[in-house]
Protein backbone atom coordinates (compact mmCIF):
# COMPACT_ATOMS: atom_id res chain seq x y z
CA UNK A 1 0.00 0.00 0.00
CA UNK A 2 1.03 3.91 -0.32
CA UNK A 3 1.52 5.23 2.82
CA UNK A 4 3.27 9.19 3.90
CA UNK A 5 6.27 8.53 6.63
CA UNK A 6 8.82 10.69 7.58
CA UNK A 7 12.93 8.82 8.43
CA UNK A 8 14.25 11.64 10.19
CA UNK A 9 12.54 14.81 11.65
CA UNK A 10 12.84 18.06 9.47
CA UNK A 11 10.68 20.50 7.64
CA UNK A 12 7.75 19.16 5.40
CA UNK A 13 10.15 17.95 2.81
CA UNK A 14 11.04 15.02 4.73
CA UNK A 15 7.37 13.40 4.55
CA UNK A 16 8.05 10.32 2.34
CA UNK A 17 5.44 8.87 0.09
CA UNK A 18 6.60 5.91 -0.57
CA UNK A 19 5.24 1.99 -0.72
CA UNK A 20 4.91 0.00 2.82
CA UNK A 21 3.66 -3.36 3.42
CA UNK A 22 -0.01 -4.07 3.94
CA UNK A 23 -1.13 -4.31 7.63
CA UNK A 24 -3.12 -7.49 8.16
CA UNK A 25 -5.81 -7.02 11.47
CA UNK A 26 -4.73 -9.44 14.47
CA UNK A 27 -7.05 -10.68 16.72
CA UNK A 28 -9.87 -8.52 18.16
CA UNK A 29 -9.00 -5.83 15.34
CA UNK A 30 -10.09 -4.59 11.99
CA UNK A 31 -8.71 -3.67 8.97
CA UNK A 32 -9.88 -0.10 7.64
CA UNK A 33 -9.60 0.82 3.74
CA UNK A 34 -8.96 4.60 4.61
CA UNK A 35 -10.66 7.08 2.43
CA UNK A 36 -9.83 10.13 4.43
CA UNK A 37 -7.82 11.43 7.04
CA UNK A 38 -7.45 14.25 9.00
CA UNK A 39 -4.71 16.78 9.33
CA UNK A 40 -3.97 18.20 13.06
CA UNK A 41 -1.02 20.87 13.80
CA UNK A 42 0.09 17.85 15.99
CA UNK A 43 1.15 16.10 12.74
CA UNK A 44 3.42 19.34 12.27
CA UNK A 45 4.82 19.11 15.70
CA UNK A 46 5.67 15.74 16.06
CA UNK A 47 7.41 15.97 12.24
CA UNK A 48 9.74 18.77 13.39
CA UNK A 49 10.66 16.85 16.06
CA UNK A 50 8.64 19.21 19.20
CA UNK A 51 8.36 18.24 22.50
CA UNK A 52 5.40 15.63 21.94
CA UNK A 53 3.58 13.44 25.05
CA UNK A 54 4.19 10.44 22.67
CA UNK A 55 7.45 9.28 21.02
CA UNK A 56 7.25 9.33 16.89
CA UNK A 57 10.39 6.61 16.24
CA UNK A 58 11.38 5.77 12.36
CA UNK A 59 10.08 5.39 10.28
CA UNK A 60 7.03 7.05 11.54
CA UNK A 61 3.60 7.61 9.75
CA UNK A 62 1.88 10.46 11.20
CA UNK A 63 -2.61 10.64 11.48
CA UNK A 64 -4.74 10.72 14.08
CA UNK A 65 -8.10 10.46 12.65
CA UNK A 66 -9.74 8.37 9.42
CA UNK A 67 -12.73 7.29 8.33
CA UNK A 68 -12.93 4.84 5.92
CA UNK A 69 -14.50 1.43 4.91
CA UNK A 70 -14.03 -2.26 7.44
CA UNK A 71 -12.23 -3.89 4.84
CA UNK A 72 -10.72 -7.14 7.20
CA UNK A 73 -11.79 -9.08 10.28
CA UNK A 74 -9.33 -9.90 12.72
CA UNK A 75 -10.19 -13.04 14.39
CA UNK A 76 -12.75 -12.89 17.15
CA UNK A 77 -14.29 -10.15 15.36
CA UNK A 78 -17.76 -11.42 14.34
CA UNK A 79 -20.48 -8.21 14.70
CA UNK A 80 -19.21 -6.00 12.37
CA UNK A 81 -19.77 -6.53 8.81
CA UNK A 82 -17.09 -6.12 5.96
CA UNK A 83 -18.47 -2.78 3.72
CA UNK A 84 -19.35 -1.00 7.00
CA UNK A 85 -18.60 2.43 6.77
CA UNK A 86 -16.83 3.46 9.67
CA UNK A 87 -14.33 6.32 11.79
CA UNK A 88 -11.73 5.08 13.77
CA UNK A 89 -9.32 7.29 16.02
CA UNK A 90 -6.14 5.89 16.22
CA UNK A 91 -4.10 8.93 17.30
CA UNK A 92 -1.35 7.69 14.45
CA UNK A 93 -0.79 5.86 11.17
CA UNK A 94 -3.93 7.46 9.39
CA UNK A 95 -1.54 8.46 6.54
CA UNK A 96 -2.08 5.37 4.53
CA UNK A 97 -4.50 3.49 2.07
CA UNK A 98 -4.93 0.66 5.06
CA UNK A 99 -4.98 0.64 8.78
CA UNK A 100 -5.67 -1.68 11.61
CA UNK A 101 -7.33 -0.37 14.77
CA UNK A 102 -8.85 -2.58 17.83
CA UNK A 103 -12.42 -3.58 16.92
CA UNK A 104 -13.92 -1.58 20.11
CA UNK A 105 -12.81 1.71 19.04
CA UNK A 106 -14.69 2.28 15.43
CA UNK A 107 -17.58 3.77 15.31
CA UNK A 108 -20.21 3.23 12.56
CA UNK A 109 -20.95 6.42 10.18
CA UNK A 110 -24.78 7.28 9.84
CA UNK A 111 -25.91 7.04 6.13
CA UNK A 112 -25.10 9.62 3.72
CA UNK A 113 -22.74 10.94 6.25
CA UNK A 114 -19.21 11.36 3.55
CA UNK A 115 -15.77 10.21 4.50
CA UNK A 116 -13.91 13.23 4.45
CA UNK A 117 -16.95 15.15 6.72
CA UNK A 118 -16.48 12.39 9.04
CA UNK A 119 -12.66 12.40 9.30
CA UNK A 120 -12.78 16.45 9.46
CA UNK A 121 -15.08 16.20 12.82
CA UNK A 122 -13.09 13.17 14.84
CA UNK A 123 -9.97 15.03 16.21
CA UNK A 124 -10.48 18.48 15.94
CA UNK A 125 -14.45 18.25 17.07
CA UNK A 126 -13.26 15.65 20.14
CA UNK A 127 -10.60 18.34 20.96
CA UNK A 128 -12.87 21.00 21.55
CA UNK A 129 -15.80 19.42 23.09
CA UNK A 130 -13.77 17.17 25.70
CA UNK A 131 -11.97 21.08 26.56
CA UNK A 132 -15.25 22.95 26.63
CA UNK A 133 -17.44 20.40 28.55
CA UNK A 134 -14.82 18.29 30.83
CA UNK A 135 -11.72 20.34 31.29
CA UNK A 136 -12.79 24.04 30.96
CA UNK A 137 -16.27 22.98 32.66
CA UNK A 138 -17.84 26.04 31.09
CA UNK A 139 -20.90 27.57 32.48
CA UNK A 140 -23.88 28.98 30.71
CA UNK A 141 -23.20 32.86 30.72
CA UNK A 142 -19.32 32.82 30.46
CA UNK A 143 -17.16 34.15 28.40
CA UNK A 144 -14.42 32.66 26.29
CA UNK A 145 -11.88 33.78 24.40
CA UNK A 146 -10.70 31.22 21.67
CA UNK A 147 -7.39 31.24 19.96
CA UNK A 148 -6.80 30.37 16.18
CA UNK A 149 -10.61 30.51 16.34
CA UNK A 150 -10.51 29.84 12.58
CA UNK A 151 -8.59 26.54 12.38
CA UNK A 152 -9.97 23.24 13.10
CA UNK A 153 -10.43 23.10 16.85
CA UNK A 154 -11.24 26.56 16.61
CA UNK A 155 -14.14 26.61 14.38
CA UNK A 156 -15.84 24.08 16.56
CA UNK A 157 -14.85 25.65 19.86
CA UNK A 158 -16.86 28.50 18.17
CA UNK A 159 -20.24 26.49 17.83
CA UNK A 160 -19.78 24.16 20.69
CA UNK A 161 -19.10 27.01 22.86
CA UNK A 162 -22.73 29.23 21.95
CA UNK A 163 -24.17 25.24 22.11
CA UNK A 164 -22.88 24.84 25.90
CA UNK A 165 -24.23 28.93 26.27
CA UNK A 166 -21.56 30.73 26.51
CA UNK A 167 -22.28 34.10 27.36
CA UNK A 168 -19.75 35.83 25.23
CA UNK A 169 -17.16 34.13 23.36
CA UNK A 170 -14.45 36.30 21.75
CA UNK A 171 -12.62 34.80 18.35
CA UNK A 172 -8.39 35.49 17.93
CA UNK A 173 -7.51 35.05 14.43
CA UNK A 174 -4.36 36.44 12.81
CA UNK A 175 -6.50 37.99 9.68
CA UNK A 176 -9.42 39.81 8.68
CA UNK A 177 -10.74 37.35 6.71
CA UNK A 178 -10.07 34.34 9.41
CA UNK A 179 -11.65 37.02 12.06
CA UNK A 180 -14.79 37.42 9.52
CA UNK A 181 -14.77 33.68 9.33
CA UNK A 182 -15.36 33.20 12.95
CA UNK A 183 -18.21 35.82 13.48
CA UNK A 184 -19.74 33.81 10.57
CA UNK A 185 -19.83 30.73 12.85
CA UNK A 186 -21.09 32.38 15.70
CA UNK A 187 -17.97 34.39 17.50
CA UNK A 188 -19.95 37.79 19.05
CA UNK A 189 -16.59 39.91 18.95
CA UNK A 190 -12.76 38.91 17.28
CA UNK A 191 -9.60 40.57 18.02
CA UNK A 192 -6.52 40.38 15.89
CA UNK A 193 -3.95 38.44 18.25
CA UNK A 194 -0.40 39.57 16.15
CA UNK A 195 -1.14 43.25 17.73
CA UNK A 196 1.11 44.02 21.12
CA UNK A 197 -1.93 45.01 22.64
CA UNK A 198 -4.76 42.99 21.78
CA UNK A 199 -5.28 41.80 25.30
CA UNK A 200 -6.12 45.68 26.63
CA UNK A 201 -9.13 44.69 23.77
CA UNK A 202 -10.24 41.98 25.25
CA UNK A 203 -10.76 43.51 28.45
CA UNK A 204 -12.48 46.30 26.88
CA UNK A 205 -14.66 43.77 24.96
CA UNK A 206 -15.72 42.85 28.58
CA UNK A 207 -15.73 45.59 30.63
CA UNK A 208 -12.65 45.56 31.89
CA UNK A 209 -13.70 42.22 33.28
CA UNK A 210 -11.31 39.80 31.33
CA UNK A 211 -12.78 36.06 29.76
CA UNK A 212 -13.85 33.54 31.88
CA UNK A 213 -12.08 31.16 29.98
CA UNK A 214 -9.21 30.65 27.65
CA UNK A 215 -8.24 28.36 25.01
CA UNK A 216 -4.77 28.81 24.14
CA UNK A 217 -3.07 27.21 21.03
CA UNK A 218 -0.22 29.58 20.18
CA UNK A 219 2.22 29.31 23.03
CA UNK A 220 5.51 31.97 23.46
CA UNK A 221 4.92 34.91 24.76
CA UNK A 222 0.63 34.99 23.82
CA UNK A 223 0.76 32.75 26.91
CA UNK A 224 1.08 35.75 29.23
CA UNK A 225 -0.98 38.18 27.15
CA UNK A 226 -4.20 35.69 27.23
CA UNK A 227 -3.15 35.91 31.08
CA UNK A 228 -3.56 39.44 31.01
CA UNK A 229 -7.14 38.77 29.34
CA UNK A 230 -8.15 36.35 31.86
CA UNK A 231 -10.74 37.38 34.66
CA UNK A 232 -10.03 36.90 38.55
CA UNK A 233 -10.52 33.24 39.01
CA UNK A 234 -10.19 32.72 35.16
CA UNK A 235 -9.01 29.54 33.45
CA UNK A 236 -6.68 29.04 30.52
CA UNK A 237 -6.27 25.41 28.88
CA UNK A 238 -2.98 25.18 26.99
CA UNK A 239 -3.32 22.87 23.97
CA UNK A 240 -0.27 23.32 22.13
CA UNK A 241 2.09 25.92 21.30
CA UNK A 242 1.85 26.03 16.91
CA UNK A 243 4.42 28.83 17.51
CA UNK A 244 6.82 26.62 18.42
CA UNK A 245 8.14 28.79 21.34
CA UNK A 246 7.63 28.05 25.00
CA UNK A 247 5.56 29.41 27.16
CA UNK A 248 7.53 30.93 30.67
CA UNK A 249 5.20 31.76 33.57
CA UNK A 250 5.93 33.14 36.84
CA UNK A 251 3.61 31.27 39.34
CA UNK A 252 3.47 34.49 40.96
CA UNK A 253 1.26 36.15 38.49
CA UNK A 254 -1.41 33.93 38.81
CA UNK A 255 -2.14 33.89 42.68
CA UNK A 256 -3.43 37.27 43.53
CA UNK A 257 -6.20 36.70 40.51
CA UNK A 258 -6.27 33.10 41.31
CA UNK A 259 -6.08 31.97 37.75
CA UNK A 260 -5.68 28.38 36.82
CA UNK A 261 -3.60 26.97 34.03
CA UNK A 262 -4.61 23.36 32.74
CA UNK A 263 -2.61 21.59 29.99
CA UNK A 264 -4.89 19.11 27.71
CA UNK A 265 -3.75 16.55 25.18
CA UNK A 266 -6.95 14.47 23.80
CA UNK A 267 -4.72 11.32 23.08
CA UNK A 268 -4.79 11.07 27.17
CA UNK A 269 -8.62 10.35 27.32
CA UNK A 270 -7.82 7.10 24.91
CA UNK A 271 -8.52 5.48 28.28
CA UNK A 272 -11.47 6.54 28.87
CA UNK A 273 -13.61 4.95 25.98
CA UNK A 274 -16.90 5.48 27.11
CA UNK A 275 -16.08 8.81 27.20
CA UNK A 276 -14.96 9.31 23.80
CA UNK A 277 -17.64 7.18 22.09
CA UNK A 278 -20.44 9.63 23.73
CA UNK A 279 -18.79 12.68 22.52
CA UNK A 280 -18.37 11.42 19.00
CA UNK A 281 -21.91 9.95 19.06
CA UNK A 282 -23.06 13.78 20.37
CA UNK A 283 -20.83 15.53 17.38
CA UNK A 284 -22.31 13.39 14.69
CA UNK A 285 -25.91 14.43 16.18
CA UNK A 286 -25.02 18.18 16.15
CA UNK A 287 -23.77 17.92 12.57
CA UNK A 288 -26.72 15.66 11.18
CA UNK A 289 -29.08 18.11 12.61
CA UNK A 290 -27.43 20.98 11.52
CA UNK A 291 -26.43 23.03 14.57
CA UNK A 292 -22.53 22.39 14.14
CA UNK A 293 -21.07 22.72 11.02
CA UNK A 294 -17.54 20.93 9.78
CA UNK A 295 -15.28 23.50 8.35
CA UNK A 296 -13.72 21.21 5.51
CA UNK A 297 -11.01 23.95 4.10
CA UNK A 298 -8.08 21.68 1.79
CA UNK A 299 -9.05 18.47 0.55
CA UNK A 300 -5.36 16.93 -1.45
CA UNK A 301 -4.16 13.62 -2.26
CA UNK A 302 -2.13 11.91 0.03
CA UNK A 303 0.53 11.71 -1.96
CA UNK A 304 0.16 16.16 -1.40
CA UNK A 305 0.50 15.58 2.60
CA UNK A 306 4.00 18.25 2.15
CA UNK A 307 2.40 20.55 0.44
CA UNK A 308 -0.38 20.27 2.84
CA UNK A 309 2.06 20.49 5.88
CA UNK A 310 3.60 23.69 4.47
CA UNK A 311 0.42 25.36 4.12
CA UNK A 312 -0.76 24.33 7.34
CA UNK A 313 2.47 25.12 8.68
CA UNK A 314 2.26 28.52 7.25
CA UNK A 315 -1.27 29.69 8.52
CA UNK A 316 -2.62 29.96 4.95
CA UNK A 317 -5.31 27.24 6.15
CA UNK A 318 -8.63 27.67 7.59
CA UNK A 319 -10.96 25.11 8.96
CA UNK A 320 -9.70 21.40 8.57
CA UNK A 321 -7.19 19.93 5.63
CA UNK A 322 -8.17 16.26 4.66
CA UNK A 323 -6.45 13.76 2.84
CA UNK A 324 -7.51 11.03 0.61
CA UNK A 325 -5.22 8.20 -0.06
CA UNK A 326 -7.20 6.76 -2.63
CA UNK A 327 -6.60 9.68 -4.82
CA UNK A 328 -4.51 9.79 -7.90
CA UNK A 329 -1.41 11.90 -7.69
Do not use: C
Request: hydrophobic fraction near 45%.
Amino acid sequence: MKAVRFHATGGPEVLVYEDVADPVPGPGEVLIKVEAVGMNYADVMRRRGDDYPDPSPTPFILGIEVAGTVAALGEGVNDIPVGLSVVAVPGSRGYAQYITVPAATVIPLPEGFDFVHAAALLGHGLTASIVLKHVAKIQPGETILIEGAAGGVGSFAIQLAKHYGAGKIIAAASTPEKRAKAKALGADATVDYTKPDWALEVLRLTDGHGVNIVIETTGGETVNQALDALAPFGRMIFLGQSSGQTALIDPWRLTSMNHTVTGFYVNGFAGDPDLLMSEIGSLIGLVMSGEVKIQVGLVLPLSKTAEAHRLLESRQTTGKVVLKPWDAI
